[in-house]
């Protein structure tokens, strides 16, 4: 008989690192030994991480080497969250999303990569599609005088607007993306569904939010919002989510997908997730 009661594993389901494509803040001679010592030294320690940037993977990939080699030995799960700007105007910027990819397929990056290279972006005359190359060629197109390909790619992202309608649509179309990738959207205003206030555009708004799996707000008004939402489908669970770092029940031993549909609802800072029940239960 288990006397114990339940355990919470601490998750950080967006943080970027050192070289993220946009404002990448992280400075001193070495920035990546900085920043992996102050994982490691984090009081609950974290045990599940998502390593976000926009449009690519080489920071997650440098994590999942350094683990490799040693460092941050106490994190069970690591994943990425790709984030991508929408073609929706929002109060300070444009929509973001976040997708989070299970890492369980041993070929989960060449699967993603192949879903963005389905999503295009029309400017200058031609048509640039989600990749690393098309990125760095449409920040160059963007701005002539950029010649160095790391900043070509940093104005390329910022360039790039993915169209909601389209990645519904690849989505829609990918038996692989249906089981392999949960759909986050911020709740707040700058880059989030609160900030497409416009009327005209409340239609738009509501069917990003139908169509996120997960809804990152930081504030009480967002939480309890989300809480009392009389209007969601049934056929879906309101499940919490402590933002920005989730402390989340179970071994994550259960699977990427399934792990994360389990999270407390008693935190004072926290996410609210639309997730199956029959994943939830």
């Known amino acids: 008989m288990v006397n114990r009661g339940s355990e919470w594993r601490r998750w950080e389901p967006h943080i970027h690192a050192p070289g993220t494509v946009l404002n990448n803040q992280f400075g001193g001679g070495d920035p990546w030994g900085s920043y992996l010592t102050t994982l490691e030294g984090l009081t609950p320690r974290i045990e599940a991480i998502a390593v976000t940037d926009y449009y690519v993977t080489d920071t997650y990939e440098e994590v999942l080497r350094q683990q490799t080699a040693g460092r941050i030995p106490d994190v069970q799960l690591i994943f990425p969250n790709i984030e991508v700007r929408l073609d929706v105007a929002a109060k300070s910027g444009f929509v973001n999303l976040h997708l989070l990819i299970s ?69 829609g179309e990918s038996d692989w993306a249906k089981k392999n990738i949960l759909i986050a959207v911020a709740g707040g205003a700058g880059d989030g569904t609160s900030g ?13 939010e139908k169509f996120s799996h997960i809804i990152f707000a930081s504030s009480q008004a967002q939480r309890e919002f989300w809480l009392g939402q009389p209007s969601l489908d049934a056929h879906f669970s309101l499940l919490i989510k402590d933002w920005p770092a989730t402390d989340l029940r179970r071994d994550l031993s259960n699977g990427f997908m399934t792990d994360l549909a389990f999270a407390p609802t008693s935190s004072s800072n926290l996410a609210a997730a639309r997730i199956p029940l029959s994943q939830a239960l």
């Open 103 to 171: 890492p369980e397929d041993p070929d989960h990056l060449a699967e993603v990569r192949r879903i963005l290279t389905r999503l295009q972006f029309n400017a200058h005359g031609d048509r640039f599609d989600c990749t690393r190359e098309d990125l760095i060629r449409l920040g160059k197109r963007a701005d002539q005088t950029i010649r160095d390909d790391r900043a070509a790619l940093a104005h390329g992202a910022t360039q790039f607007k993915v169209s909601f309608t389209q990645l519904r649509e690849v989505f």
């Open 196 to 208: 497409v206030s416009q009327a005209a555009d409340a239609t738009l708004r509501q069917e990003i």
